[in-house]
């Protein structure tokens, strides 16, 4: 009974008031971590930290590098998805296409990017196209694992039911494995998301001239930690905004979809 009353008492409380809730615990532990010996000079209160991005600014690099890790983290996304999408369709639904390509998609998605990021500089030299390259190689490992799961596990049912009634191949994927396989589509492109950010720091260390990665490493060579703590959280603020725009998404294309209320 007690649990039940703890449950409601929580279910009552508007989502904001939660993430007031949390947004005020999380200023606490900053302070907390600011104030601490061991961590004070890492973690620079909110003052310092925002005096510190006030300063890249001023120093007229921050939108430089903004604008430089956004075009690079959405262009190696957008291929990733565009390249993923397919081949992850022809592994689920053609057993020599699987067989082929399985292995390698699972061999090269254990190495971490920063492993091969020097291959690739040497193949496309330094700048902005190493960068996309290695950005649409993680998003793509990732993308086409899960959206290949996804296919793979269409009720095998359904899919005899439409053969029986007539359906060809293309009506098969259209009415039965689309509809099937978009809730596990829109989790891939989530998932991509999250690795494309993850990726920006390897990704950016081949001689990049400007970027949100490659300030965070200048900054570290010159010990600057408050505006090196201001550039990681604005790798953070843009991940958010891309899953709440991708959480939209979700539940405007799958709305029908049934999901457990805690």
Same mark, same amino acid.
């Given at each position: 009974?007690d649990?039940?009353k ?9 989502p ?6 949390? &947004?005020?615990?999380?200023? #606490? ?11 004070? %000079?890492? &973690? ?14 001023? %120093? ?6 903004l604008?430089?890790s956004?075009?690079? #983290? ?12 397919? #081949?992850?369709?022809?592994?689920a ?6 067989? @082929? ?7 090269? %998605? ?17 700048? %902005?196209?190493?960068?996309i390259?290695? @950005?649409t190689?993680?998003? &793509? ?12 596990? #269409?009720?095998?049912? $359904? ?13 098969? &994927? ?12 829109l ?22 001239q400007a ?7 200048? $900054? ?32 405007? $294309?799958?709305?029908?979809q ?5």
């Amino acid at each position: 009974m007690d649990n039940e009353k703890k449950t409601s008492l929580a279910s009552r409380i508007p989502p904001k008031v939660w993430l007031l809730i949390s &947004f005020a615990t999380a200023i #606490v532990v900053w302070y907390i971590l600011s104030i601490l010996p061991a961590t004070d %000079r890492g &973690f620079p209160n909110v003052v310092v930290t925002t005096q510190g991005l006030l300063t890249m600014i001023e %120093r007229g690099v921050f939108w430089t590098d903004l604008s430089s890790s956004l075009i690079s #983290v959405f262009a190696g996304y957008a291929l990733g998805f565009v390249i993923a999408l397919p #081949v992850a369709i022809l592994m689920a639904w053609y057993m020599p296409v699987r067989n @082929i390509l399985e292995p390698w998609i699972q061999f090269i %998605r254990n190495i971490p990017p920063l492993a091969y990021v020097p291959l690739i500089v040497i193949c496309a030299g330094v700048g %902005r196209r190493p960068q996309i390259i290695v @950005i649409t190689i993680a998003c &793509f490992l990732i993308m086409c694992v899960t959206i290949y799961q996804g296919v793979i596990n #269409v009720d095998e049912t $359904l899919i005899k039911a439409a053969r029986v009634l007539g359906a060809t191949d293309r009506d098969i &994927f259209v009415r039965v494995i689309a509809p099937a396989t978009l809730p596990f589509i829109l989790t891939a492109v989530r998932l991509g998301a999250s690795v494309a950010l993850t990726t920006l720091i390897a990704a950016e260390s081949t001689g990049a001239q400007a970027g949100l990665g490659m300030r965070i490493r200048s $900054l570290n060579n010159t010990f600057e930690s408050a505006p090196m703590l201001a550039y990681v959280i604005i790798i953070g603020i843009i991940g958010i905004t891309m899953e709440t725009v991708i959480k939209y998404l979700e539940r405007k $294309l799958t709305g029908w979809q049934e999901k457990r209320e805690i």
